[in-house]
């Protein structure tokens, strides 16, 4: 039994929930502010997504790690260095001279912030009673999903009412509470005892290799058109045997830094699997619909920040239903209802035009919200049920590491898809607009009547009726291609449905532990 049944198990969620708000929102917190950045520090905004880029790295080889640091050095004292670390580091940021120290300084955070989100999750599945878990996974899951999506409100907001700075020093006071909380309230359980093992260093060097890698390439990959540069081909190459020697190296040691056995479990693997696409649908969808508000229907970055809210408004509202419905419902039916509502809502967001209004963009976002906050907790659910609590931390790890490499997966793919279907959609609808079509002469004597009309010269106004007709051209085929992807999205939902089937059902709320 754990030492601390005395304590009350909700000030332990709200001390393990901000530390990890606080690593979830600085992944997307940023974003907002990089052409700040690039400005100030006197570099290009290629070269400011490196901001981006070392954070993302550094958390993703820590991640699957953190099992092995909690037995290693246990499991209370790793939660307060991570966040003694990225608390400094935070600071560190903020006063930044430069890029190349910013840039160092958030490779420290993203390292000391990785074994947040699988500690805390281990955390808490101690703290509640079995009977209790769903609820608590319902509240931690509900930061979790708010986070990434408040992110470039209080990014945008920050920095334009302060300075760039200000979004790395909001994490100081978060970071001082969760210390202080965590000091006095979270201690190990009896079961895991500090224990020194060998260190599989050729494990450490091939995890960090791959990840490292991969998450380059596909940050790069799009600004460097991809396998036409051998900077690229070379990082992939390497990612993939990479991963290669990792699995076989950690297949047989006999003490692994990652424990690759857990995915004996078919009901585990088909979970992560599932998690896995779960990353690539959302973030995809989450990066494309700022860039579609932005750049074709005209919102400035915070109100395109403040549009994306509702998404966290139906989240929400359905975090704290699903908690209750844990152990009520069959889980299974649950996570498909999730993703049938999470498929609708995208194929919805797919039927928008260049005449979209605010609403329009609300309501799929709402009940996209809803159906997310039906398949997150859930799918841990079942994922984690056959788990025993000794390799929970593990799984956990693996199961977090596996969404975050979907979601970068999925970023790196829809820009790539979009920036292509945008090129050849324009040369589609480019090849109808012809001097001889009755309707683009009258499209062109209109814009060029109305910028004689304005007092340009005849040439001028010409040229400017050119430049409007092709203008109309690039929106609609940008509309197209997003609007063609999200269903593209969508209908990937739908196909995730039969895995379900593989999954067994969970024995009891048990086995709930928040992986999201």
Same mark, same amino acid.
């Given at each position: 039994?754990?030492?601390h049944k005395?304590?009350?198990?909700w000030?332990?969620?709200v001390a393990?929930?901000?530390?990890? *708000?606080?690593?979830v929102?600085d992944?997307?917190?940023?974003?907002?502010?990089?052409p700040h950045?690039?400005?100030?520090?006197s570099?290009?905004?290629?070269?400011? &997504?490196?901001v981006?880029t070392?954070?993302?790295?550094?958390?993703?080889?820590?991640?699957?790690? &953190?099992?092995?640091?909690?037995?290693n050095?246990?499991? !209370?004292?790793?939660l307060?260095?991570?966040?003694?670390?990225?608390?400094i580091?935070?600071?560190?940021?903020?006063?930044a001279p430069?890029?190349?120290?910013?840039?160092?300084?958030?490779?420290?955070? /993203?390292?000391t912030g990785g074994?947040?989100?699988?500690?805390?999750?281990?955390?808490?599945?101690?703290? *509640?009673?079995?009977?209790? %878990?769903g !609820?608590?996974m319902? *509240?931690?899951g509900? =930061?979790?999903v708010v986070a990434p999506?408040?992110?470039?409100?209080?990014?945008g907001?920050?920095t334009?009412?302060?300075?760039?700075?200000?979004?790395f020093?909001?994490?100081?006071?978060?970071?001082i509470?969760?210390l202080v909380m965590?000091k006095?309230?979270?201690f190990?359980?009896?079961?895991?005892r500090?224990?020194?093992? !060998?260190?599989?260093?050729w494990?450490?060097g091939l995890?960090?290799?791959?990840?490292?890698?991969l998450?380059i390439?596909?940050?790069?990959?799009?600004?460097?058109?991809?396998?036409s540069?051998? *900077?690229i081909?070379?990082?992939?190459?390497?990612?993939?045997?990479?991963v290669v020697?990792?699995?076989i190296?950690e297949?047989?040691?006999?003490?692994?830094?990652?424990?690759? #056995?857990?995915f004996k479990? %078919?009901?585990?693997?088909?979970?992560v699997?599932?998690?896995?696409t779960?990353?690539?649908?959302?973030y995809?969808?989450l990066?494309l619909?700022p860039?579609m508000?932005?750049t074709?229907l005209?919102?400035?970055?915070l109100?395109? =920040?403040?549009?994306?809210?509702? #998404?966290?408004?139906?989240?929400m509202? /359905?975090?704290?239903?699903?908690?209750?419905?844990?152990?009520k419902v069959?889980s299974?039916?649950?996570?498909a209802?999730?993703l049938?509502?999470g498929?609708?809502?995208l194929?919805?967001?797919g039927?928008l035009?260049?005449n979209?209004?605010?609403?329009d963009?609300?309501?799929p976002?709402?009940w996209q919200?809803?159906?997310l906050s039906?398949i997150?907790?859930?799918?841990?659910?079942?994922?984690?049920?056959r788990?025993?609590r000794e !390799?929970?931390g593990?799984?956990?790890?693996?199961?977090n590491?596996? #969404?975050n490499l979907g979601g970068?997966?999925?970023?790196?793919? &829809? =820009?790539?898809?979009?920036?292509r279907?945008?090129q050849?959609?324009?040369n589609v609808?480019g090849?109808?607009?012809?001097a001889?079509?009755?309707?683009?002469r009258t499209?062109?004597e209109a814009a #060029?009547?109305?910028?004689l009309?304005? /007092?340009?010269?005849m040439?001028?106004a010409?040229?400017?009726?050119?430049?409007a007709?092709f203008?109309?051209?690039?929106q609609?085929?940008?509309?197209?291609?997003?609007?063609t992807?999200f269903?593209?999205l969508?209908?990937?939902f739908l196909f995730?449905?039969?895995l379900?089937l593989v999954?067994?059902?969970p024995?009891?709320?048990?086995?709930?532990?928040?992986?999201?």
């Amino acid at each position: 039994m754990s030492e601390h049944k005395h304590v009350n198990p909700w000030i332990v969620a709200v001390a393990v929930m901000f530390a990890t *708000f606080m690593e979830v929102l600085d992944t997307t917190v940023v974003n907002v502010s990089l052409p700040h950045i690039a400005g100030n520090l006197s570099a290009t905004i290629d070269e400011s &997504t490196w901001v981006l880029t070392s954070y993302l790295v550094a958390n993703a080889i820590i991640l699957p790690m &953190t099992g092995w640091l909690a037995r290693n050095f246990g499991r !209370k004292r790793l939660l307060m260095t991570s966040v003694t670390g990225f608390t400094i580091a935070s600071l560190l940021c903020g006063l930044a001279p430069n890029l190349p120290l910013l840039v160092f300084f958030r490779l420290v955070q /993203g390292a000391t912030g990785g074994a947040m989100q699988p500690l805390s999750q281990a955390v808490l599945l101690e703290a *509640f009673p079995p009977h209790e %878990r769903g !609820k608590a996974m319902g *509240f931690w899951g509900l =930061g979790i999903v708010v986070a990434p999506i408040l992110g470039p409100v209080l990014g945008g907001w920050l920095t334009d009412t302060y300075s760039w700075r200000w979004v790395f020093y909001i994490n100081l006071p978060v970071g001082i509470a969760s210390l202080v909380m965590t000091k006095l309230y979270v201690f190990d359980p009896a079961y895991l005892r500090q224990e020194a093992s !060998k260190i599989d260093y050729w494990g450490i060097g091939l995890l960090a290799l791959w990840i490292g890698s991969l998450q380059i390439a596909l940050d790069l990959g799009q600004e460097r058109d991809w396998f036409s540069s051998p *900077f690229i081909t070379a990082l992939v190459a390497i990612a993939a045997l990479g991963v290669v020697a990792f699995i076989i190296r950690e297949w047989m040691s006999s003490e692994p830094i990652v424990d690759l #056995r857990v995915f004996k479990d %078919r009901t585990y693997s088909a979970g992560v699997f599932l998690m896995t696409t779960l990353g690539f649908v959302l973030y995809g969808s989450l990066v494309l619909l700022p860039i579609m508000l932005q750049t074709l229907l005209g919102y400035p970055s915070l109100q395109a =920040g403040i549009a994306m809210a509702p #998404r966290g408004m139906g989240s929400m509202l /359905g975090m704290p239903i699903v908690g209750f419905l844990i152990g009520k419902v069959d889980s299974r039916l649950m996570v498909a209802v999730g993703l049938i509502m999470g498929a609708g809502t995208l194929i919805w967001l797919g039927q928008l035009n260049l005449n979209a209004g605010y609403w329009d963009i609300f309501w799929p976002q709402f009940w996209q919200g809803l159906g997310l906050s039906g398949i997150f907790v859930p799918l841990t659910t079942i994922s984690m049920d056959r788990i025993s609590r000794e !390799k929970m931390g593990n799984a956990t790890s693996l199961f977090n590491l596996m #969404r975050n490499l979907g979601g970068s997966v999925g970023i790196a793919m &829809t =820009g790539t898809m979009l920036a292509r279907q945008t090129q050849s959609y324009v040369n589609v609808y480019g090849a109808n607009v012809d001097a001889y079509s009755p309707t683009t002469r009258t499209a062109f004597e209109a814009a #060029r009547s109305g910028f004689l009309a304005a /007092g340009a010269d005849m040439t001028t106004a010409t040229q400017r009726a050119y430049a409007a007709l092709f203008g109309s051209v690039q929106q609609q085929a940008t509309m197209v291609s997003f609007v063609t992807l999200f269903r593209m999205l969508g209908v990937i939902f739908l196909f995730l449905l039969p895995l379900i089937l593989v999954m067994k059902k969970p024995r009891s709320a048990a086995g709930a532990v928040a992986a999201h």
